[in-house]
C-alpha cells in the first residue's frame, strides 16, 4: 500500500465514525481523482461535475488532480478499494484490467470529423451499454466516455512516413495494443507512465511521444521535442467511473445527481474542445516559433493507415469473441454516428 493511500484511508476511517454517528443521510464528502491538471480537460470536467453535484445536493466533491495521489494506476486501485468514490482514468492505462477497453488504441478507427466523434460519443452502444458491463465485473461503474482531442506525436526528427520512426524509442501509455500499434507504425515503443515522460526525453532515454495538442501545449512537450506531426489516427479517450459499491449503495435521488452532473459535464467539456486543438497547436508555435508543425497529407497517412487491420487483427487475438463484439458494435456504431451529423 502507498503512503497515500494509508493516509488516505486514516481519513477515510475519520470519515466513516462521523457518518455512523450522525446518520447515513448526512451531506457526504465524495472524493474524485483524475490524471490531468484542474486547468487541463479532465480537470475542467470535473469542475464542472463539482459545480453541479454540489447545486443539486448537499454533498461536497473533493478534487485531486494528477500528481496528488500518485500516478494513474494508483488512482485506479484507490478507487477499486473504494478510498475513493470516483476516479477519471484513460483506456490507455484501463487496458491492462479491462483489455477490451484498447479498443479505441486501433487507429484510424474515430472518425476526425468532431460533430461525427461527439455523436458516437453521445449514442454508441458499445460504450453505453457494452462497456459498462466489463467496468462493473472490475468493481467499477462506468459513468461516461469523452473525448479528449485529436492525437499528434512529438519527436526530435520530422517524421514522414514509417521509416522516420525506425530506432525511434516511442513512449507510449502502459496498454500493450498501443505498443502493437506503434511498432507497425515502424517505431520501438517503450510503454511508460506519465510522471516519467518530460524527464525521459530530456534524458534521451526515449525521442518521442504522443498525446492531444491542449496536453503537448500544458505539459511543454514542445522544450523537449521539435517536431509535432498529426496523421490523423487517434483521438485521445478518458472514461470517468464510480467504485461500483459505492454507486450501488446510494439512493435513487443521489444516482440521479451524478447522472445529470455528469450529463452536463459531458456537453460542457465537448463544447470546450471544439477549436481548442487548433488554439493549442497555435500557443505551442508562439511559445517556440522553431517549433515543426506537420500535418501529414492523405497521401503520407496511407502506409500508416495500411497498419490498421494488423492491429486489429492483434485486438482480437488478445481479446477474443468479447473484443470481437465490441469492435463490431463500435463500428456500426460510427455508421450510425456518421450518417446522422451527415457524414
Ligand atoms: O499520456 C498520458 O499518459 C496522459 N495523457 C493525457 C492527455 N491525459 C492523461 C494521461 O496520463
Not at 13 to 29: C, D, L, P, S
Not at 122 to 147: D, K
Not at 305 to 317: D, G, K, L, N, R
Request: one cysteine or more; aromatic letters at 10%; proline letters at 5%.
Amino acid at each position: 500500500m502507498t503512503k497515500s493511500m494509508r493516509s488516505l484511508l486514516g481519513t477515510v476511517a475519520a470519515a466513516a465514525i462521523v457518518v455512523t454517528a450522525t446518520g447515513a443521510a448526512q451531506a457526504e464528502t465524495w472524493r474524485y481523482a483524475f490524471e490531468e491538471a484542474l486547468d487541463e480537460v479532465q480537470g475542467i470536467f470535473a469542475q464542472k461535475f463539482k459545480e453541479e453535484v454540489e447545486a443539486n445536493s448537499d454533498h461536497t466533491v473533493q478534487l485531486f488532480p494528477f500528481g496528488t495521489l500518485g500516478e494513474s494506476a494508483d488512482i485506479m486501485e484507490q478507487a477499486q478499494a473504494g478510498i475513493l468514490q470516483f476516479v477519471n482514468q484513460s483506456p490507455g492505462f484501463t487496458g491492462a484490467l479491462i483489455p477490451e477497453a484498447q479498443v479505441f488504441f486501433v487507429p484510424y478507427l474515430l472518425p476526425q470529423d468532431q460533430d461525427a466523434l461527439f455523436e458516437f460519443f453521445r449514442s454508441s452502444v458499445a460504450i453505453n451499454e457494452m462497456f459498462p458491463e466489463l467496468y462493473a465485473e472490475q468493481g467499477l461503474e462506468l459513468l461516461t466516455m469523452y473525448p479528449e482531442g485529436e492525437v499528434c506525436m512529438t519527436t526530435q526528427e520530422p517524421v514522414r512516413s514509417p521509416e522516420d520512426l525506425d530506432e525511434v524509442k516511442f513512449r507510449v501509455m502502459t496498454n500493450p495494443l498501443l505498443v502493437e500499434s506503434y511498432r507497425a507504425f515502424g517505431a520501438t515503443p517503450t510503454p511508460l507512465p506519465w510522471g516519467e515522460v518530460y524527464g525521459a526525453l530530456q534524458t534521451g532515454i526515449i525521442q518521442g511521444q504522443e498525446n492531444p495538442g491542449f496536453f503537448l501545449e500544458s505539459t511543454k512537450m514542445y522544450e523537449v521535442t521539435d517536431v509535432i506531426t498529426c496523421i490523423g489516427h487517434n483521438n485521445f479517450t478518458t472514461a470517468l467511473m464510480a467504485n461500483k459499491d459505492f454507486y450501488d449503495g446510494l439512493g435513487e435521488e443521489d444516482q440521479q445527481v451524478i447522472q445529470d452532473a455528469v450529463d452536463v459535464a459531458f456537453e460542457y467539456i465537448l463544447e470546450y474542445q471544439r477549436d481548442l486543438q487548433e488554439e493549442s497547436l497555435a500557443k505551442i508555435k508562439e511559445a517556440k516559433p522553431d517549433m515543426q508543425i506537420n500535418i501529414l497529407s492523405e497521401e503520407e497517412r496511407k502506409p500508416f493507415m495500411e497498419t490498421a487491420p494488423a492491429v486489429e487483427a492483434a485486438f482480437i487475438e488478445m481479446t477474443g469473441d468479447s473484443g470481437e463484439e465490441i469492435l463490431n458494435q463500435m463500428k456500426t456504431d460510427l455508421e450510425a454516428a456518421a450518417e446522422a451529423t451527415g457524414g
